[in-house]
């Protein structure tokens, strides 16, 4: 019986899977082209479409009646007192675009586009520009703003302050980027930046994407900022998931290299930036990303975030940015959800949620927003 009833299980989650596979190659085919239009006849098969992949999605993630057993359980007084969003759609907040009063208002944008979770950088030289002193009001107003809204937050903790940078001597664009001198200060700004927010944030991402222009160091720079946080978060916060990140363009090099140890346990998703120039594209690296945790031993353990997924940014022959349509906008946004939930992306976050003169070259803008937060099409 317990052979049948295994077997029934696995049929049911190969249907499930099968059932979001397809929904995906309609999504694809719905806005294969430009040119064609997402409604026909009165009806908008994007919207609908959209919808299906989403029901598919839930489905294949649908609890189990133990699960849901777990859940029901009275907190004790060692456990948080609230479980995390299960929306998988997230997006980007350039916080460090926005003055003081604009917080809320970008957060509740969010939220009424549909987002339930947003990411959000926070800047070590920002938050402790001097040793042990701290300004923490910019980011306890969002993490008030998100808890009245009831959207979770993904804080990426990223760039050294001079003062703490092993190139404390070069320009604030080099030494924010490099690796700081000795672990102690790093550890602090960890352990108290996520004692602050205990029980209010759960993820944390140990640094932005770890391309040249975000991290100075090497993968083995990387290992060693990564346990050291993981620890310090752990110890503030037992309940806190570490998010672990990679260069950009789906390393999957680095990734086997951080599934093993000493930091195949600290971290309890990999944070991917797909940086493909189609969706589609970006499937094939997802499929080989399971092998790799597979082969690596982490297999489900380790959850994948796409963390940071934008548009492509062309250039004409000048280096000049490249108008591009809203509806291409659109288009690629759809895909882009589409095809990370279907080769089994837990969240999938777009960059960004509104324009500004910081992330959004003139002319290739690509927040859900504009400057004004009015909504683009992509929005819907």
């Known amino acids: 019986m317990n052979q049948v009833?295994?077997?029934?299980?696995?049929?049911?989650?190969?249907?499930?899977?099968?059932?979001?596979?397809i929904i995906t190659c309609l999504t694809l085919l719905t806005f294969a082209s430009d040119s064609s239009p997402a409604s026909l006849f009165g009806f908008d098969w994007g919207e609908a479409v959209v919808r299906l992949a989403t029901k598919a999605y839930k489905s294949s993630r649908a609890p189990s009646k133990k699960a849901i057993a777990k859940a029901a359980r009275p907190v004790g007084p060692s456990q948080p007192g609230w479980q995390p969003n299960e929306s998988p759609y997230g997006v980007v907040?350039?916080?460090?675009?926005?003055?003081?009063?604009?917080?809320?208002?970008?957060?509740?944008?969010?939220?009424?586009?549909?987002?339930?979770?947003?990411?959000?950088?926070?800047?070590?030289?920002?938050?402790?520009p001097q040793p042990k002193s701290?300004?923490?009001?910019?980011?306890?107003?969002?993490?008030?703003?998100?808890?009245?809204?009831?959207?979770?937050?993904?804080l990426t903790l990223s760039y050294c302050p001079p003062w703490a940078s092993s190139l404390a001597q070069e320009p604030v664009e080099i030494s924010s980027r490099a690796m700081p001198e000795g672990l102690e200060a790093w550890r602090r700004f960890i352990g108290t930046t996520v004692s602050r927010y205990k029980q209010k944030v759960r993820f944390w991402q140990i640094w932005e994407r770890l391309d040249m222009?975000?991290?100075?160091?090497?993968?083995?720079?990387?290992?060693?900022?990564?346990?050291?946080?993981?620890?310090?978060?752990?110890?503030?916060?037992p309940f806190a998931q570490v998010l672990a990140s990679e260069p950009g363009g789906m390393d999957l090099g680095f990734i086997a290299y951080l599934c093993q140890e000493p930091t195949r346990d600290s971290f309890d998703a990999i944070c991917l930036n797909p940086r493909v120039e189609t969706p589609e594209l970006a499937a094939r690296y997802f499929s080989v990303l399971k092998a790799v945790l597979q082969k690596t031993g982490s297999g489900p353990a380790k959850k994948i975030y796409v963390t940071d997924w934008s548009f492509p940014l062309s250039q004409d022959a000048a280096g000049s940015p490249l108008h591009f349509d809203p509806v291409e906008l659109s288009s690629f946004v759809v895909k882009a959800y589409a095809v990370a939930f279907s080769m089994g992306a837990e969240r999938v976050f777009w960059t960004e949620l509104r324009d500004s003169e910081a992330n959004s070259p003139k002319g290739s803008s690509w927040g859900l927003l504009d400057a004004d937060f009015q909504p683009r099409p992509a929005a819907r």
């Open 5 to 21: 009833s295994g077997s029934l299980h696995r049929n049911r989650v190969q249907q499930r899977e099968v059932h979001v596979r």
């Open 93 to 128: 907040l350039d916080v460090q675009s926005l003055s003081l009063q604009q917080i809320p208002q970008a957060v509740q944008a969010a939220h009424q586009v549909g987002f339930r979770m947003i990411r959000a950088v926070v800047p070590w030289y920002e938050v402790e």
């Open 134 to 154: 701290y300004r923490f009001q910019k980011y306890d107003t969002l993490v008030d703003s998100a808890r009245s809204c009831g959207v979770d937050l993904i």
């Open 213 to 237: 222009s975000n991290f100075r160091g090497t993968r083995q720079d990387y290992a060693v900022l990564l346990v050291a946080a993981s620890k310090a978060a752990k110890l503030a916060d």
